[in-house]
């Protein structure tokens, strides 16, 4: 399968604990998306990475989280502290530098407890 | 800001029936438009974007600058159309995808 992937697909963790997502992009973009997705939502975006380059960050992205993408391949998303709030699915897309689409993995659900 | 408007959440039609999923858009400027679909245990992926017009598995959307809205509509329902829909825009040169809280699609027999 060379769409992209993400690990874990689920984590459940501790209110106050620190929890660190990777996503794979398909091995040709350079662009690579972090979207968060509550119930009944539609994804809303976090991050975005043009290779190694983190060039916008929404404002939902709290100084808990963050997110490199070390050497333009694989990314990680981290949250420090996490609270019940961040329940949710994270999702990463990557694109090429010639298309719009953009295409998703299958996602990671995190349950705070 | 920009922002999507699916007004259902909900969707149910027969099978071999017409359908329109609603979507209206704000943004001051010429946003790019996409329909994204999600089915059943699967991911989300493109259904089609405005610029191509295109129609993808019977499906067309035409957007109406003047309202403000990307309908997307088919003509002949068939139960595999059963997903989750969502609207989505970008502005120009702006990468990130703003959705639409999403519309559930149930195609009956």
């Known amino acids: 399968d060379t769409g992209v992937s993400q690990d874990p697909r689920h984590k459940i963790t501790k209110r106050g604990q620190n929890v660190t997502f990777r996503c794979d992009p398909i091995?040709?973009?350079?662009?690579l998306y972090w979207y968060r997705q509550t119930l009944g939502q539609g994804p809303e975006f976090l991050t975005y990475f043009q290779n190694e380059a983190q060039l916008e960050k929404s404002r939902l992205l709290s100084d808990r989280f963050s997110a490199e993408r070390p050497k333009g391949s694989f990314s990680t998303l981290e949250i420090q502290r996490t609270e019940q709030g961040d329940s949710a699915m994270y999702l990463c897309?990557?694109?090429?530098?010639?298309?719009?689409?953009?295409?998703f993995g299958p996602g990671t659900r995190l349950t705070v407890t | 800001a920009q922002r999507v408007t699916q007004p259902e959440k909900l969707l149910s039609v027969f099978k071999g029936a017409p359908v329109e999923l609603k979507c209206n858009y704000s943004y001051s400027g010429s946003p790019e438009l996409f329909w994204y679909v999600q089915y059943s245990r699967q991911r989300l992926q493109l259904l089609l974007r405005?610029?191509s017009r295109e129609s993808i598995k019977g499906f067309t959307a035409d957007l109406n600058k003047g309202e403000t809205s990307f309908h997307l509509k088919k003509p002949f329902a068939q139960e595999e159309d059963s997903a989750m829909y969502y609207c989505?825009?970008?502005?120009?040169?702006?990468?990130?995808?703003?959705f639409g809280a999403g519309t559930t699609v149930t195609v009956r027999a």
């Open positions: 897309a990557s694109s090429s530098e010639e298309e719009l689409e953009q295409y």
């Open positions: 405005h610029i």
């Open positions: 091995s040709e973009h350079n662009r």
């Open positions: 989505a825009l970008s502005g120009p040169g702006d990468y990130k995808l703003s």
